[in-house]
């Protein structure tokens, strides 16, 4: 936990970042190019036709190679194509720089779900993970303030604030892609910062797993294709990455548009949320880790997050109203990702449950491109932003109920 989690931890929360930056850097971006809320919706959208294409392959990398090689070249690539964006000069170039991101960063996430499943029981693995997704609001809590100061600060050589906040946020995960090679650690059998008990232990844990999954048949990349519980999970997490995608995204927008707020208490609102949602993730998955149990842990969030986001609608312009609803969404709306995310090596193993964490995710993101466009358009030719809440709720409200219809199968591993 000490020697991998707080390393992660920081490279998913710099990825994060360069994704979710734009919803800052469009308060300057848009006047500076003439862009819509449609054109930005469909660049953010765009991200994830790139991320859904090496997915599977690289979620099956970090199975069967090297974890640490291919993180490196996620993070390297990443951090390059994110600088450049900041010199993107008209819509074309902006959706191309957008595929190239999500391309590049395609098979970090679901990659560091199979690494994780490398070095924590099967018990184990809600809480640990629970510290990994915290990073996603966390991202969010540290990356925002940091790009709105330099979006009003940064203004060198002449280059607007929004092109240095791509420009300076790329720069660390190219650093961290080379402190990797030599950091990272891919299988318990290559730990010698592991004392050689700890580690004989851990072996026989992780094999006992394997043993059992092995026996059930539920090994190879078809089974996780044939799983039914693969389709439910990748029906629930597309509808869940629709909504929370376009509110990352367009959050920023929502509080610059409350009136008679400063900028410094929209950063505050903006955030505020995900502070929330850092709490709701770590009680979520140490609650299912305590009890075992992962259906409810999935369902009840998403739920409450449907009816938050009502709420959100129905308070109008009441500040304070709109602000407690939003906290409440930020409780809940990614509460769900420790415990989803166990599900696949619930009742898959080795390359079946790779492949299955790979495209649950690759066709769940495929939300984060329908989410921002469609939230985006309605905006445009609306000219509200309630339409494209009404949308998110609906949104939420199906995968919760989806969610239900969840089955964790009695014969979860026991490590003894």
């Not at 951090?79 to 074309?92: D, F």
């Not at 494209?388 to 026991?414: N, P, Q, W, Y």
Request: glycine share 8%; hydrophobic share 50%.
């Amino acid at each position: 936990m000490w020697r991998l989690m707080p390393f992660l931890i920081i490279v998913y929360m710099l990825a994060y970042i360069d994704r979710a930056n734009l919803g800052v850097a469009k308060l300057q971006m848009q006047t500076e190019l003439h862009f819509s809320d449609a054109t930005i919706g469909l660049g953010a959208g765009i991200f994830f036709i790139g991320y859904f294409l090496l997915e599977i392959p690289g979620s099956l990398i970090v199975e069967r190679f090297s974890a640490r090689k291919w993180f490196a070249r996620i993070m390297i690539t990443w951090g390059l194509v994110a600088a450049l964006t900041g010199l993107i000069t008209s819509s074309g170039q902006f959706y191309v720089a957008r595929l190239l991101l999500g391309t590049a960063e395609a098979g970090f996430f679901p990659g560091a779900i199979v690494y994780l499943s490398h070095w924590f029981r099967f018990e184990d693995r809600t809480r640990a993970k629970a510290w990994f997704m915290m990073t996603q609001p966390l991202s969010v809590v540290v990356g925002t303030p940091i790009s709105r100061w330099i979006l009003e600060n940064v203004h060198w050589h002449g280059m607007a604030g929004w092109r240095w906040v791509f420009v300076l946020e790329g720069i660390p995960p190219v650093v961290l892609g080379i402190v990797a090679l030599f950091y990272l650690t891919d299988r318990v059998e290559d730990a010698r910062w592991l004392p050689e008990d700890e580690k004989r232990w851990l072996q026989g844990e992780l094999q006992t797993e394997a043993i059992l999954r092995t026996a059930a048949g539920r090994i190879r990349i078809l089974d996780a294709f044939r799983h039914p519980q693969t389709i439910l999970l990748m029906c629930v997490f597309f509808l869940i990455v629709t909504s929370n995608q376009a509110i990352l995204f367009f959050m920023p927008s929502i509080t610059s548009n409350m009136k008679g707020v400063s900028i410094v208490w929209q950063t505050v609102v903006t955030i505020l949320p995900y502070l929330c949602s850092i709490v709701g993730i770590l009680v979520n998955g140490y609650w299912s880790s305590r009890t075992g149990e992962r259906r409810w842990h999935t369902a009840v969030p998403i739920l409450l997050t449907s009816v938050s986001l009502a709420g959100a609608i129905l308070s109008g312009d009441r500040l304070a109203l709109s602000i407690a609803f939003f906290c409440m969404v930020g409780f809940s709306f990614q509460a769900y990702l420790p415990v989803l995310w166990t599900l696949p090596t619930a009742y898959l193993g080795k390359a079946a449950a790779a492949t299955a964490i790979g495209t649950i995710n690759s066709f769940g993101n495929l939300g984060g491109f329908v989410g921002p466009y469609l939230f985006g358009y309605l905006k445009t030719v609306t000219g509200s932003f309630q339409s494209g809440l009404l949308f998110l709720t609906g949104c939420m409200l199906l995968s919760g109920l989806l969610a239900t219809r969840i089955h964790v199968e009695s014969d979860h591993v026991k490590s003894t």
